[in-house]
């Protein structure tokens, strides 16, 4: 139920939408196929959060709710002005975390509009790709850490 979602974190801004339908940009025989509905609406959610946020922070985040630290990140030791990212699987960008500055937070809020044009350019369609595409076409740079596995896991 929504409302025990909001008296569980007390989240300060909130949109609930009905579920969206989007372009089918990948063919069914393809093995992205999955990703085609997965990485549009989970981008599509990452959009209307962010815009959401005041543009007035030093650091946005980007965390899947239902992830869990087990180490303190001291946001402070890291260059704002990149996208600070841990590495998953062949030294991709994880697409369920990562933070930095203004350019960050326009870098992932235009990761939807990424989506058809990564997947026409590679015949790939995976959502840490469409996030670095997104990342490298509007000039973040991206600060690739390795501490994923240590800090991160799933609740």
Request: glycine share 4%; hydrophobic share 35%.
């Amino acid at each position: 139920d929504i409302e025990d979602i909001r008296n569980l974190y007390k989240p300060t801004k909130t949109i609930i939408e009905e579920p969206k339908e989007f372009e089918e940009i990948v063919p069914k025989d393809s093995v992205y196929y999955l990703y085609n509905f997965v990485s549009q609406s989970m981008f599509y959610s990452i959009k209307r959060g962010m815009e959401m946020i005041d543009e007035s922070y030093d650091c946005y985040c980007r965390l899947r709710f239902d992830l869990q630290f087990f180490h303190p990140i001291k946001f402070s030791d890291y260059n704002m002005a990149h996208a600070n990212i841990p590495t998953v699987f062949d030294n991709r960008v994880c697409d369920h975390f990562g933070f930095g500055d203004i350019t960050v937070k326009r870098a992932y809020e235009n990761a939807l509009g990424e989506c058809k044009n990564y997947y026409l350019e590679t015949n790939k369609f995976t959502p840490e790709e469409i996030l670095e595409m997104s990342f490298n076409k509007n000039k973040v740079p991206i600060t690739k850490h390795g501490w994923a596995k240590p800090v991160i896991y799933r609740g």
